[in-house]
């Protein structure tokens, strides 16, 4: 079996819920190298909070908490309507907590001491499917401005702006920078940034800086 890229675990965030106050370090300063953030709390309260104020990708939740469950937590956020992947760690195997691990469609339940390489290869296999979703969006888009915009010259530059979206959708650069990485004219760049702001594709939102707006695409 290949190895699995682990890189696509850069661009995600983590909330890790450990009272264990030595198991949370340990296991935070190693995911630290793999992913964008780990929020490192030890009680259902910070979990909660971290949830309501930061973007939260995948939840890594232990079941025994001191004077609490994790069972318990998820059932709470789900009741909120948050619907985020979780796996779940725990040093029991009580067919309880699977059975309900099982009816809260949990993604994986991993038993302490927690392997690492299982619990990258568990966070690997959850946001893969994400990544590729984003990609398929991606060239979706790419596919719709393309037919959106009639001058073929102008298709590399639309790639390069769909390429190089940050996590926001905004696309940072100047005409000079583009005219530099592309033989292109100064008229037909400002042409293209135009019509692709009339139908609303591309919002300047301040010097140098564009939103690309994916929903101007469903109507195209």
């Known amino acids: 079996m290949h190895n ?8 995600f965030n983590i909330l890790y ?4 106050e030595n198991l949370l370090k340990h296991t935070k300063d190693i995911l630290e190298d793999f992913v ?14 971290i949830l309501l104020h930061k973007k939260v990708d995948v939840i890594i939740c232990d079941i025994l908490l001191k ?9 709470h956020i789900k009741n909120k309507n948050i619907n985020i992947p979780t796996i779940l760690t ?10 309900d691990a099982i009816r809260l469609k949990v993604e994986n339940y991993i038993i302490k001491p927690i392997n690492i390489k299982e619990l990258l290869d568990s966070l690997h296999d959850i946001l893969l499917p994400i990544v590729q979703k984003k990609e398929i969006q991606k060239n979706n888009n790419l596919i719709k401005t393309i037919s959106a915009i009639t001058d073929g010259k102008q298709v590399a530059i639309i790639k390069y702006i769909i390429n ?3 996590k926001d959708n905004l696309f940072i650069a100047s005409y000079t920078d583009i005219m530099e990485s592309f033989s292109i004219s100064k008229p037909t ?13 591309l919002i300047k939102v301040q010097h140098k800086t564009y939103r690309f707006n994916e929903q101007a695409l469903e109507s195209l």
């Open 4 to 11: 699995k890229d682990l890189n696509i675990l850069h661009n």
């Open 67 to 75: 004077d609490e469950n994790g069972i318990d937590f998820l059932k």
């Open 90 to 99: 725990t040093a029991h195997t009580d067919t309880q907590y699977l059975l």
């Open 36 to 49: 964008n953030n780990i929020y490192a709390v030890k009680t259902s309260n910070e979990a909660m909070d």
């Open 164 to 166: 190089n979206l940050d």
């Open 17 to 20: 819920l450990e009272d264990d």
């Open 189 to 201: 760049l400002i042409k293209l940034f135009k019509e692709l702001a009339e139908k609303n594709i």
